[in-house]
């Protein structure tokens, strides 16, 4: 049972509603952005193939493939969810691995996969904005952040990400 997923959907609906994160991306330019997550040079996560969800789906979803094919993570975007804050979700999930939910491994990883999303264009500052606005809408909710397990994306703390 993922007793956390409410909370962190409530605590992205405060940190994200009308902020850039939250603007529809067409397909191709947000696979795009997310290629550059993954292909980065911070990317500890597995491989991650990107495709777009039936057209009825009403949510994206992050499913591991079979571990013959070398554990690669697909995500499946769907339509009414075409934006970098869906993105950045789907992405921790892949990070910080299924069995987490939306724990707080998962939530750590959310918060290095949103600094990294949003650092794409190295003269714009709202890196710094979007990160404190999740961290702080988590602790407005009651969530704490976990230990990384992967190295902390450049610029961050070392530290474990507390809430």
């Known amino acids: 049972m993922d007793v956390d997923r409410a909370a962190v959907y409530a605590a992205e609906l405060a940190a994200f509603d009308g902020t850039d994160l939250e603007d529809v991306i067409d397909f191709p330019s947000l696979v795009q952005l997310m290629r550059?997550?993954?292909?980065?040079?911070?990317?500890?996560?597995?491989?991650?193939?990107?495709?777009?969800?039936?057209?009825?789906a009403a949510s994206s979803s992050t499913r591991c493939a079979m571990l013959?094919?070398?554990?690669?993570?697909?995500?499946?975007?769907?339509?009414?969810?075409?934006t970098a804050a869906t993105a950045a979700h789907e992405l921790a999930h892949a990070l910080?691995?299924?069995?987490?939910?939306?724990?707080?491994?998962?939530?750590?990883?959310?918060?290095?996969?949103?600094?990294?999303?949003?650092?794409?264009?190295?003269?714009?500052?709202?890196?710094?904005?979007?990160?404190?606005?999740?961290?702080?809408a988590f602790a407005?909710?009651?969530?704490?952040?976990?230990?990384?397990?992967?190295?902390p994306p450049p610029g961050s703390t070392t530290a474990a990400i507390a809430l």
Do not use: C, K
């Open 36 to 56: 550059s997550v993954t292909t980065g040079e911070w990317w500890p996560g597995p491989d991650v193939d990107v495709i777009a969800a039936r057209s009825d």
């Open 68 to 82: 013959a094919a070398g554990g690669r993570m697909t995500i499946r975007l769907a339509a009414t969810q075409m």
């Open 96 to 136: 910080a691995g299924l069995g987490d939910g939306h724990g707080p491994v998962f939530r750590a990883a959310y918060l290095d996969v949103v600094a990294v999303i949003t650092n794409v264009d190295s003269t714009d500052r709202r890196r710094e904005l979007h990160v404190d606005q999740l961290a702080t």
């Open 140 to 151: 407005d909710v009651g969530l704490r952040g976990g230990d990384r397990r992967w190295p």
